[in-house]
Nanobody, 127 residues
């Protein structure tokens, strides 16, 4: 059984940084995509960043490019999201996601491609 647990959320002022972590137990698809999504109140869940071994190709939403960095430690089965220069519009519940399916880069930030999800960690950015 796959279990994914996020941590690292919190409240920061605009311009600050946070590092999210996601520990994935029971997940054995080391060559498949893992990703971070977020959902603000009243909005759809959106893909933020994704990563795929073995070359560790990364994909980002335009809104976070240059500010967020996704990384993955396969040995620890842990996914990370370093978030710098945070803005109030980054406020949301952040979810890590993983997939047992094999798909191409076009699906990297698409919610429907992922079938394992964490419970989320809240990020609040004040101005």
């Amino acid at each position: 059984q796959v279990q994914m647990v996020e941590s690292g959320g919190g409240s920061v002022q605009a311009g600050g940084s946070l590092r999210l972590s996601c520990a994935a137990s029971g997940y054995t698809y080391s060559s498949n995509f893992m990703a971070w999504f977020r959902q603000a109140p009243g909005k759809e869940r959106e893909g933020v960043a994704a990563i795929k071994p073995p070359g560790r190709s990364t994909y980002y939403a335009d809104s976070v490019k240059g500010r967020f960095t996704i990384s993955r430690d396969n040995a620890k089965n842990t996914l990370y999201l370093q978030m710098n220069n945070l803005r109030p519009e980054d406020t949301a519940m952040y979810y890590c996601a993983a997939s047992s399916r094999f798909f191409g880069s076009a699906g990297a930030l698409l919610r429907g491609q992922y079938n394992f999800w964490g419970q989320g960690t809240q990020v609040t950015v004040s101005s």
